[in-house]
Structure formats: structure tokens, C-alpha cells
């Protein structure tokens, strides 16, 4: 397993090209939130703002972190620690969502 | 492998190489960010909860957040995320005074940052929005929005969650203040740049949490007109 290549510098160029693409998902995401998108389907506003984010966060992870420049087993824990964080959520939430009654009509709060 | 190191600098001696050495220090890093996932984690989750619980007075407290001010704070941490990569580029070429010059700017814009986040703060208290005094309103059929329990629940993880990250933010300045004299002092070389390189991991990272807190706190009320 010796994939130990010279260490891997990222040039100026992409992280400027990187730069440009999240000012213009930042834009998006601001540009979107201002419609109400409800009408169309109930979650589709957080929906968007979510996968922006996402999309932006997966930019910042593989390049400014370098993850795509890194080795096998540096790629393999950031993918084992995101995957563990969506256990968190997804396995949480299902419970909420699987039980009757809730969420809780406000006026019984 | 069979290279004397002993002369090497920067190389600890209980690796047998600069590569090691580095690779075993990226994934430390990579390590104590994942517990600051699951730290940060648990209070999206918290935000999930709240959220599906209360979706009207989540649009409602977000509303009464400046989009302009979160907006320049998100513009001001992505710029800040650019110069520390081109920090850390700088440290790899070798360039000393770019290195020291990109790690000041850095600086600066996070500073930049924490004085927007102050500003937001308190206009926030003096409109008794803090979960402090006055925070329940001066009498229980006062109708400000602010007095409505689910949007005090939206307050409540607004300051929790910003205060957090804001608190990341000034650790993060703490450690670029002693990069910025170890770079002075020509303390890193093309082989030896290590301490940089996953400071930068930190300083995106905590850019990561900003990504997600800005269209989640600031955003979700934005569509919403008037109070």
C-alpha cells in the first residue's frame, strides 16, 4: 500500500476557481431564500438552501482540505466521520417522525 | 528508510520520516475535527427537531436576523478561507513574507468577522432578544413576535449555536496570532509546514459550520414580509 507520492500542492489557480464558484452558490442560496417556494412544495426552500450548502461545503472539504490530495486513509476517515454524523440525524429524526402525535399542536405545548 | 534523519528539520524523532510525520499529523487533525462534527452535530439536530416542531416560528425568528450583516459575515469567512489556503500555499513554495502576509489577512477578516457578530449581538440585546433580561416580555399577552415561545426556542439555538461558532472564531484568531509569529521567525521551510497546513483544516472547517448556520438561522425567515 505504499502510494506515497511527492506531497501534492494545490495551485493558486484552483482555489480561486473554487472561490468564484462559492460566491456564485452564495448568491444562489440568498437569491432563493427570498421566494417562498411553498406554494410549490412545502420543503422545497430548505430543500435548496440545504443542497447549496452542501454543494459548498463538498468544495471547501475536497479542496481547500486538500481531501482530494490526500492519502487513502485521510479520505476514508473524513468519509466514516461524515457518515457517522448522518446516523446522527437521519436515525434521530426518523424516530421523531415515526411517532404519532408529533410535532405537538402548538395550542398543547 | 535507511536515510539518516537525525539532522532533518523539523522531524520529531519518534517518526522515521517527513512524510509520515505529516501524514500522521493531517489525520490527528482530521480526528479531533470529526468529534467537533459530532459536537457541532448534536446541535443541528437540536435545530432539526425544533425546526419540524415549530416551522412557523422558526421563519418568524429568523426574520428578525439581519440577512445583510449574516450575508457580509459569510462573504468575509469565505474570503478568509481563500487567503489561508493561500497561506498554507505559500508556506509549501516557501515564500516567508507572502506566508506572513496571508496569515495577517486571514487574521484580519476573521477579526472583521467577530466585530459584524458583535455589532448583530447587540442590537440583538438592546431589542430584548438575547435570553436574558426582558427576554419574556413585560407582561404574557404581549403580542412582539419575540414573546412566542417557539421563536424564543429559535433565540435560544440562534445564540447557542452562533455563540459556539463565534467562540471557534476566536480560538482560531488565538492560533493564526502564534502561526503569524512562528512564520516571522522563519520557523517554516517547504519540508517543515505541518502546523499551517492543519491550522488551515481548522480555520475551513469552522468556514464548514458557517456555510450551514447562515442559510439555516438567517435565510429560512428571508421570503417572510414585515413582522
Sequence with gaps: MSEHTEHHIVSPKIYFAIFGALMVFTAITVAVARLDLAPVWGPLNIIVALTVAVIKATLVILYFMHVRYSSRLTQVIVIAGLFWLVILLVMTMSDYFARRGWPTPLGQV | ?227
Design chain 2, 1 to 227: 528508510m535507511s536515510e539518516s534523519h537525525a539532522s532533518q528539520y523539523g522531524l520529531a524523532h519518534h517518526f522515521s520520516s517527513m512524510e509520515q510525520q505529516r501524514e500522521a499529523g493531517t489525520i490527528g487533525m482530521w480526528i479531533f475535527l470529526l468529534t467537533e462534527l459530532m459536537f457541532f452535530g448534536g446541535m443541528f439536530l437540536v435545530y432539526a427537531i425544533f425546526r419540524t416542531t415549530y416551522p412557523s416560528g422558526f421563519e418568524q425568528g429568523s426574520h428578525l436576523l439581519s440577512v445583510p450583516l449574516g450575508g457580509l459575515n459569510t462573504v468575509v469567512l469565505i474570503v478568509s478561507s481563500v487567503t489561508m489556503a493561500m497561506a498554507v500555499y505559500s508556506s509549501q513554495v516557501g515564500d516567508r513574507k507572502k506566508l506572513v502576509g496571508y496569515l495577517g489577512v486571514t487574521l484580519v477578516l476573521g477579526l472583521v468577522f467577530l466585530v459584524v457578530k458583535y455589532f448583530e449581538y447587540r442590537e440583538k440585546f438592546e431589542h430584548h432578544l438575547f435570553p436574558a433580561m426582558g427576554f419574556y416580555g413585560p407582561d404574557p399577552e404581549h403580542l412582539a413576535v419575540q414573546y412566542h415561545q417557539p421563536v424564543r426556542v429559535f433565540l435560544w439555538i440562534y445564540f447557542a449555536m452562533t455563540g459556539l461558532h463565534a467562540l471557534h472564531m476566536i480560538i482560531g484568531a488565538g492560533m493564526l496570532l502564534v502561526l503569524i509569529w512562528m512564520a516571522h521567525k522563519g520557523r517554516f521551510t517547504t519540508s517543515y509546514n505541518s502546523p499551517v497546513e492543519i491550522c488551515g483544516l481548522y480555520w475551513h472547517f469552522v468556514d464548514i459550520v458557517w456555510i450551514f448556520l447562515f442559510p439555516l438561522l438567517y435565510l429560512t425567515g428571508y421570503h417572510l414580509t414585515g413582522h
